[in-house]
């Protein structure tokens, strides 16, 4: 290939990347949105329906709606778990690129704050996901 080919590829390939990073900034806003749309409306589902049906006056439920009350619990707490695992998923291969794009550029290596900050967020993302399904059994468990 020779100088002039290579030139040209590169500029077509800046070209292609300034294209495609605005439709993945577009793409990430997009999905924090419904990711945080979902995490608040099964939030919010699951307080006030642990609520109303874990309280001593709670409405007494026929056995088929009683396992479809259940059922549902666990199914919003997945979602939130899932969710929240998405997001952190994202991060984690975002971080990598700009790894990659470090490496490239010659920047100084990962800091002490880079490992802290990891450790942090994988300690914080197993104590969620613990708490969480700790509270789904309970909470299932509180309806016969």
Not at 82 to 105: I, P, T
Request: some cysteine; charged content about 20%.
């Amino acid at each position: 290939m020779s100088k002039e080919e290579e030139e040209l590829e590169a500029q077509n390939n800046l070209k292609k990347l300034e294209l495609f990073n605005p439709h993945q900034e577009d793409t990430r806003r997009r999905a924090d949105s419904l990711i945080r749309a979902i995490f608040l409306i099964s939030g919010g589902a699951l307080t006030v329906s642990i609520s109303i049906f874990t309280s001593k006056s709670s409405p007494e439920l026929i056995p088929a709606l009683s396992c479809i009350l259940k059922n549902s619990w666990w199914l919003l707490f997945i979602s939130i778990i899932s969710l929240a695992l998405s997001l952190f998923l994202m991060l984690v291969r975002d971080y990598h690129a700009g790894e990659n794009w470090r490496k490239k550029a010659d920047f100084k290596k990962r800091s002490l704050y880079d490992a802290a900050m990891w450790l942090l967020g994988i300690i914080g993302m197993i104590c969620f996901i613990g708490g969480l399904l700790g509270l789904s059994y309970v909470s299932t468990s509180l309806i016969s």
